[in-house]
């Protein structure tokens, strides 16, 4: 989205199929666009296509601590107001309402390309920009559905995880368990997809370890992972900035 006589556009980062990312950074913000990134996924015959426009908001950074686990106390989830209804509204199939407020949106996916996650049990719905645009580059690898359980909160805290602080790392669900599948090569896949993107640290659980062990940055992560995958570490110096 850039307006190349005038100069004005949107940061945007634009995600290629062979895990390049650039960050273009126009002369002039069209307004209105300030606080937004615009995210673009360039297929394998160099396709464009307009993902999302998220807006940001900036924090204060936080620092480290390794505090106790038990100190903290899980936030209550949302519940179920409206269930799945059909809706036709633009990229709109489908929408489901929460008590506490939140949307859940299914959206048409353009043919060729798969970009579909869908975020649960969670508050931590903030993420870095730059995380962003290299787990959208996995996705459109995996072409699945991926269930995430969350980055950070709102000013980028994560307790009870110490590990998620400023939207440094993500929580998905493992694919074998959420599709009922018989082994865990989708989920390999995926991993490898991730590092392809520039992330460097896989936590996995102790029961399954064994079988991602071959991947480079995969660790034990113990019993806690044995019902998600972490991932964190993301390269930052693989994105390219353009002015």
Same mark, same amino acid.
């Given at each position: 989205?850039?307006?190349?006589?005038?100069?004005?556009?949107?940061?945007?980062?634009?995600?290629?199929?062979?895990?390049?990312?650039?960050?273009?950074?126009?002369?002039?913000?069209?307004?209105?666009?300030?606080?937004?990134?615009?995210?673009?996924?360039?297929?394998?015959?160099?396709?464009?296509?307009?993902?999302?426009?998220?807006?940001?908001?900036?924090?204060?950074?936080?620092?480290?601590?390794?505090?106790?686990?038990?100190?903290?106390?899980?936030?209550?989830?949302?519940?179920?107001?409206?269930?799945?209804?059909?809706?036709?509204?633009?990229? $709109? #199939?489908?929408?489901?309402? =929460?008590?506490? /407020?939140?949307?859940?949106?299914?959206?048409?996916?353009?043919? !060729?390309? +798969? @970009?579909?996650?869908?975020?649960?049990?969670?508050?931590?719905?903030?993420?870095?920009?730059?995380?962003?645009?290299?787990?959208?580059?996995?996705?459109?690898?995996?072409?699945?559905?991926? $269930? #995430?359980?969350?980055?950070? =909160?709102?000013? /980028?805290?994560?307790?009870?995880?110490?590990?998620?602080?400023? !939207?440094? +790392? @993500?929580?998905?669900?493992?694919?074998?368990?959420?599709?009922?599948?018989?082994?865990?090569?989708?989920?390999?896949?995926?991993?490898?997809?991730?590092?392809?993107?520039?992330?460097?640290?896989?936590?996995?659980?102790?029961?399954?370890?064994?079988?991602?062990?071959?991947?480079?940055?995969?660790?034990?992560? !113990?019993?806690?992972?044995?019902?998600?995958?972490?991932?964190?570490?993301?390269?930052?110096?693989?994105?390219?900035?353009?002015?």
């Amino acid at each position: 989205m850039v307006d190349y006589f005038s100069g004005l556009g949107i940061v945007t980062y634009h995600i290629y199929q062979d895990g390049k990312i650039e960050k273009h950074i126009p002369e002039k913000i069209f307004p209105g666009f300030e606080r937004k990134y615009q995210y673009v996924y360039h297929d394998k015959d160099n396709n464009e296509h307009e993902i999302c426009i998220c807006e940001w908001h900036t924090i204060n950074k936080k620092v480290f601590e390794d505090s106790p686990r038990a100190t903290f106390n899980y936030p209550d989830h949302g519940t179920v107001k409206e269930t799945k209804t059909n809706v036709s509204d633009g990229y $709109i #199939v489908a929408k489901a309402k =929460y008590t506490n /407020g939140d949307i859940h949106e299914w959206i048409k996916i353009e043919e !060729g390309v +798969s @970009i579909k996650y869908e975020l649960k049990e969670t508050f931590r719905k903030y993420i870095n920009p730059d995380l962003l645009a290299g787990f959208i580059g996995a996705l459109a690898e995996i072409k699945e559905n991926i $269930i #995430v359980t969350g980055s950070a =909160y709102e000013q /980028g805290s994560c307790f009870p995880s110490s590990l998620h602080i400023n !939207g440094l +790392s @993500i929580d998905t669900k493992y694919i074998k368990k959420v599709k009922n599948l018989t082994d865990y090569k989708k989920d390999k896949e995926f991993v490898n997809a991730l590092a392809k993107f520039h992330f460097r640290t896989f936590r996995v659980g102790k029961e399954i370890y064994n079988l991602f062990k071959d991947i480079s940055g995969t660790k034990n992560g !113990g019993d806690l992972h044995n019902s998600h995958l972490h991932t964190e570490n993301f390269d930052f110096n693989t994105i390219k900035i353009i002015e």
